[in-house]
């Protein structure tokens, strides 16, 4: 037997072999798969010539017709053929409806601790069957994961850079001033930029929001003298406690409850933070990204309307700012 011959059987012939068997005439197999009766005689006798076996006996008359000895061993091989098929149908239906497959979003640091928690408890009750990938970086190499097609969705800080990709808008997150407990300021009214620059600056390594920052503050001819930087907002908060300088830091990234601290609104005098999703706008979005990307929206809406300032016994999420700038 030519084993180069078995690369011309199909999967309509396997369909039809079994549908004979179970059915027990081309007439009801062909009722059943939505052939002619000689289009499903047609397809067996291709199959039987392509492996060179006899694989249905014909008796002819009323007689129910069955499968040969060889008929039996390829249905076998049939039946798991054909089922493998009909899950991969239904896991591609599935994945178009947005209930299977998986989802690679990437994160930052202050909305991976704020925002996203929320919106991945409300993704999984809406997607069980999703398996969401996150992955957590600073803005730059997560668009160069969007770009290389190694995430399918990532938060981001706008405007968004030159590139294939595009983003909505999803919160306005405006920066304070991060001073001690014990601090004068906590009392007065917000200082300048001016005299924000004139004070120990604790500032961002590569953060974009500390590059934004840094320069509204050269724009009014303020040199800022940073004294310490880092990407970690506790880190931040942390030596603000210690004395040894003020932080400027997005709301989202503050901890509100820490009793060593106090933020100040700098509301008037910076512009916020603008929080965004973004993706690739060549490709296109998957029913699950869609939703994730809906969620997110619901959460920051509802983070923007909770009321200012927060009770310090809350947690700088579920009782935030009014984010709104």
Known sequence: MDSDQWLGVELRHLAALQAVAEEGSFGRAATRLGYTQSAVSQQIATLERLVGERLVERPGGPRPVSLSEAGSVVLRHAKGIVARLRAAQADLQA?????????????????????????????????????????????????????????????????????????????????????????????????????????????????????QVESQLR?????????????????????VAAGVGVALMPLL???????????????????????????HRDRIQSVAARSFMDLAADVCAEIASRPWPPRREDDGFHDSARLTA
């Open 253 to 279: 990234a503050v901890d509100m409850a820490d009793p060593r601290t106090r933020a100040i609104d700098m509301s008037g005098k910076l512009p916020p933070r603008l929080i965004g999703i973004a993706w």
């Open 95 to 211: 994945l178009q409806d947005g209930t299977a497959g998986s989802l690679r979003v990437g994160t930052y640091q202050s909305v991976g601790a704020r925002v996203l928690p929320e919106v991945m408890l409300r993704f999984s009750a809406a997607h069980p069957q999703v398996d969401v990938q996150l992955s957590e970086s600073e803005d730059g190499a997560l668009l160069h994961q969007v770009e290389a097609g190694d995430l399918d969705l990532t938060f981001i800080q706008l405007p968004l850079p030159d590139g294939p990709f595009e983003a909505i808008e999803l919160l306005r997150d405006p920066h304070m001033l991060v001073v001690p407990a014990s601090s004068p300021l906590v009392h007065g009214p917000p200082p300048s930029l001016r005299e924000v620059a004139e004070m120990p600056l604790i500032s961002y390594r590569t953060c974009t929001s500390g590059s």
């Open 219 to 239: 724009m009014r001819e303020a040199a800022p003298d940073v004294v310490f930087r880092s990407d970690d907002n506790g880190t931040m908060q942390g030596m």
